[in-house]
C-alpha cells in the first residue's frame, strides 16, 4: 500500500480508479491530476497504460459492473471507492517537527472521503493514546514526532486498506450465500498463497514476517508431502528413492 519496489506498482485497484473514474466520480471521490500526484504510487516507475496487459480504465468498468451484477449497491461501491481514494490522499499528508508536530498540507478532503471529522483525524494522526497505569479510566494523549507520525500514518493506511479488502469479502459471501444455506458443514472452497521471498534495498519489519511466513509455509508443504509420505512408505514397505532435504 505505502511503498513498491522500482519497476513494480502498488495495486490495481488503485489505478484503475484513478484510470477510469468519469468527470463526475473524479470530483465524488476528490480524484487529483495524475498518479505522480500520489506519494503512495511514485515509488515505482509502472504509470497507468504501462502495465503490460491490463487496460485499467476498462478494468475499472468491468469490476463496477460485477460489482453491480453480484448485488453490490452504487451506494455500497461509492464507499469503497471513496476509502480507495482516500488510502492514497493520506499518504500525502506531510508533517513537520517543532513545538509539537504540525499537518503541513490540507486534511479536508482526506477526512471527507474518510467520512470523519478534520480535526479528529488530525488528532489521531499526531497523537497516540495511552491508558493510565494508575487510573484505567484516565486516558492520556502523547504527541508524536514527525517521523512517528509518518509512521502512523502509513500504519492507518495500511490498517485501512485491509479493513477495506476483509469487508468487500464478507458482503461478497453474504451475496453468494444466503444465510438460510449456510451449515456449519457447508463446503467450502480455500486457497493457499504463499508469499513469494522479498528482498528489497529498503526492507522494513514486513519482509521479516512475509519471509518468515514463507519460510513455514514452505516448511509445512516439505514436511506433508515428502517427510510424512516417506514415513508412510517406509512403515509400508514400499521401495521408493528417498528425497533429500532440508527443513
Known sequence: ???????????????QLLAGANAEERQRYRLLDSIS????????????GEF?????AKCFEEVKQIFSSLGISEERQAQYFSLLSG????????????????????????A??????????REVLTHRTILDKADRNAVMSIPLSADSARENRDALAKA????????LIAD???????????????????????????????NSMEQFCINYANEKLHNQ???????????????????????????
Open 1 to 15: 500500500v505505502i511503498y513498491q519496489p522500482p519497476n513494480e506498482r502498488n495495486y490495481h485497484s488503485f489505478y
Open 37 to 48: 500526484s500520489y506519494a503512495y504510487l511514485t515509488n515505482g516507475d509502472i504509470s497507468i
Open 52 to 56: 503490460e496487459g491490463f487496460d485499467d
Open 87 to 110: 488510502i492514497l490522499l493520506l499518504g500525502n499528508v506531510v508533517f513537520e517537527d517543532g513545538d509539537k508536530t504540525s499537518i503541513q498540507s490540507p486534511l479536508e478532503d482526506v
Open 112 to 121: 471527507f472521503l474518510l467520512g470523519l471529522e478534520e480535526e479528529k483525524l
Open 160 to 167: 485501512l486498506y485491509t479493513k477495506l479488502f476483509d469487508n
Open 172 to 202: 461478497l459471501n453474504s451475496l453468494l450465500v444466503s444465510k438460510q444455506t449456510i451449515r456449519d458443514d457447508s463446503l467450502f472452497v480455500g486457497l493457499l498463497d504463499i508469499y513469494g521471498f522479498e528482498n528489497f534495498q529498503q
Open 221 to 247: 508443504y516439505n514436511q506433508h508431502l515428502f517427510k510424512q509420505e516417506q514415513a508412510e512408505y517406509n512403515k509400508e514397505g514400499v521401495l521408493f528413492f528417498f528425497a533429500l532435504f532440508c527443513f
